[in-house]
């Protein structure tokens, strides 16, 4: 049988980003959009850095096959990841569908979709981001947030540098990094 007249396989990716999450819902999507097997994984989408799924069922499927998620938002949240995956789908001959958007990157309107949503998808994560860093600021100014406490004890480091221990040996002592130490002998605050 040749590529012409076999018909792919068709696989599946799911994605949630906090291990909270359930992974169910778009798992039962993919089964019935008659994906054969569906890899899954608990990890931000905000890079694919990590994302061993995804990279294994990449290099697993072949030409005429099709990658199939529930939303492009699954696959990447930055248009730069998007474009890299898509790209290296197409340099496969491997398709790319959703379940719940009118993406099939074997056509070109297909295609076309795929970018704008990619566009709207990095531009939601920006807006997230920014909203986010208003709320701190606004807590700031209020008092309620003051940022994580800080990891090094200053007056222990100074107490053991004044008992005539070095850096090395005071790093270990409290656990902390050398560099941390010297920033603390130094003068700087760590």
Known sequence: MTN???TGHLYGYARVSTTDQDL???????????????????????????RDALQTLIEFA????????????????SIADLAS???????KGIALKA????????TAAGRAFLQM?????EFETAIRRERQMEGIAKAKSEGVYKGRKPSIDVVKVRELQAAG??????????????????????????
């Open 4 to 6: 012409a007249t076999k």
């Open 165 to 190: 221990k070095g850096a090395t040996e005071i790093a270990k002592a409290l656990g902390i990094g050398r560099a941390s130490v010297y920033r603390v002998m130094s003068g700087a605050s760590a």
């Open 24 to 50: 169910s819902i778009q798992e039962a999507a993919l089964q019935a959009a008659g994906c054969t097997v569906i890899r899954s994984e608990k990890k931000t989408g905000t890079t694919t850095k990590g």
């Open 85 to 91: 995956i898509v790209r290296d789908l197409e340099a």
């Open 117 to 121: 949503l990619g566009v709207f998808a």
């Open 99 to 106: 379940t719940e958007q009118p993406i099939d990157t074997s």
């Open 62 to 77: 072949h030409e005429g096959d099709t990658i199939v998620v529930t939303r492009i938002d699954r696959l990447a949240r």
